[in-house]
């Protein structure tokens, strides 16, 4: 078998056409399809014939298709990603609309009511610092997905994060658990 008809088998493979459909947008999967064979034909036919013996050439097919997809300074990105976008700026300037006007002294009065406002809601309720502190760290990991992101995102240490999520479950499990309520998840 040769190389060009090993080329050949893989263009008609159904495979590769799977892996494309998985990873390249519609209109671009024929032309995404002639870049692998253009890589592959481009090559020394020793080189094809060596991994086709050796059972690599299917991986090395995939490691051409994950290279063009993610790496942004191949030909498939300068060609079909590119991301300049020229504009007929007779139409823009007939759909943009001029900007209104801010009235900063009446968004700083607005932004001084908030904080008024919230500081006599956290009076009223008595929340002391270190109530505020396991809110903070809690919504901090659901944000983040979890206590590493969390950590990182926040420059809290992980294990800092760690002890407050278990003082967390265990104030939950106190407050939950007891015999004389129902039980609760945590």
Known sequence: MTASQVIEQIYKSKDLDNCINK???????EDFKQEIILILLEKPEETILQLHHAAGLTYYV??????????????????YNDTTVTY???????TLKEPEPVDFEERIK?????ILMVKEITDGLNINYETFYYRKIVEAVDKHGGVRAAAAATGIPRTTISRAMGKVKEYLN?????PET?????
Do not use: A
């Not at 995939?62 to 060609?79: C, E, P, S």
């Not at 007929?88 to 007939?94: A, R, Y």
């Not at 607005?110 to 908030?114: F, I, K, M």
């Not at 106190?174 to 007891?178: A, F, G, I, P, Q």
């Open 23 to 29: 990873l390249v947008r519609k209109d671009h999967r």
């Open 182 to 186: 129902i039980k609760g998840i945590y």
């Open 62 to 79: 995939v490691r051409i298709v994950l290279n063009l997809i993610n790496q942004k300074r191949n030909i498939y990105h300068r060609t």
């Open 88 to 94: 007929d700026t007779d139409k823009v300037s007939e």
């Open 174 to 178: 106190s407050v939950y658990n007891d």
């Open 110 to 114: 607005e932004e001084e009511r908030e």
